[in-house]
């Protein structure tokens, strides 16, 4: 079952590097009592994520944060060393948020995952919702493969 506007966020477990620590960072501990905004990809560094999605959210965070979020996050199953250098890469650091679900226990709770022939195993459907204190307040699916519309950061600033 799909995660719906109006429904909280279910438990889990992201892994988070930060320098050479490597922090366990939950649900709970990441999302209650914040606003934030969380969009998912299906993997770090590919094209379109990279290209399309990615930059948005770090261009137009600025303008996100004014609008009262506290927090923006990328989701993806890659695993932390990967989400690391994909911060270093994109220049997101201090913007962005890069939280590894490296089992797909996140996507499969929400009810977002996808097997994946090209990419190897369960990835994330690209999403983007707008969460405050652990509950979904919009959601954002994409429909099409390799297109980034639904999810955008332009979509969100809409929202908000």
């Keep these: 079952m799909t995660i719906k506007v109006g429904d909280r966020l279910p438990d889990a477990t992201f892994k988070v590097k930060t320098g050479d620590q490597t922090v366990d960072v939950t649900v709970a501990d990441y999302f209650a009592g914040k606003k934030v905004v969380l969009f998912g990809v299906p993997g770090a560094f590919t094209p379109t994520c990279h290209r399309n999605h990615m930059p948005g959210y770090i261009e137009r965070n600025a303008e996100i944060r004014a609008k009262g979020v506290d927090k923006i996050a990328v989701v993806s199953t ?25 089992n797909a226990a996140f996507a499969r709770a929400l009810g977002l995952d996808n097997e994946s022939a090209l990419l190897g195993g369960t990835r994330f459907k690209r999403f983007s919702m707008i969460v405050d204190d652990c509950v ?25």
């Design 78 to 102: 890659n695993d932390h060393h990967v989400m690391a250098a994909w911060r270093e890469a994109t220049g997101g650091d201090g913007k962005i948020d890069y939280l590894a679900d490296v």
């Design 136 to 160: 979904v307040k919009a959601l954002n699916l994409e429909d099409v493969p390799g297109v980034v519309a639904n999810s955008s950061a332009e979509t969100i600033l809409s929202q908000l």
